[in-house]
């Protein structure tokens, strides 16, 4: 049976929480050019956390039942059988990250950046327990 290599899952993880820790670190006397670098960077982090964690909810589906389970379903449908499987908490939760991650494709002023900026964090513990449930599974 094929094995997953999360270690990339795990360093995403990793950046995302570095760029949050940085980004909290500014304040009101920081410059306006290093909190928008932190911001970006956590922004950036954010989608890329976003992608491979649904990339390996695929993955996982796949290895462990088949590839036709996932082949052409939604990311909707795929995060409801991640969660009936316990891969993650809350569907629903993921379709506000899905919806987040759409929204900075296509769209960045401050309001989409105020709100990625707050969600990052619930992406990061999201991610983190993604993560501890596929280790604990292989």
Avoid: C
Avoid at 41 to 57: C, D, G, L, Q, R
Avoid at 105 to 123: D, F, G, K, P, Q
């Amino acid at each position: 049976m094929e094995t997953l290599e999360l270690q990339p899952l795990a360093d995403s993880i990793a950046a995302l929480k570095r760029f949050i820790e940085y980004y909290r670190s500014k304040d009101e006397t920081s410059p306006d050019i290093e909190v928008e670098t932190a911001q970006t960077a956590v922004i950036k982090a954010f989608e890329f956390t976003y992608e491979i964690s649904w990339k390996f909810m695929r993955k996982w589906i796949e290895v462990n039942f088949s590839a036709n389970e996932v082949d052409g379903i939604t990311r909707k449908e795929l995060f409801r059988i991640s969660a009936e499987n316990r891969l993650i908490d809350s569907a629903e939760q993921w379709f506000l990250f899905n919806k987040a991650r759409n929204m900075t494709s296509h769209t960045y002023n401050e309001r989409t950046v105020e709100y990625i900026m707050e969600l990052s964090e619930t992406l990061l513990t999201s991610a983190e327990n993604l993560l501890e449930r596929l280790t604990e599974r292989l």
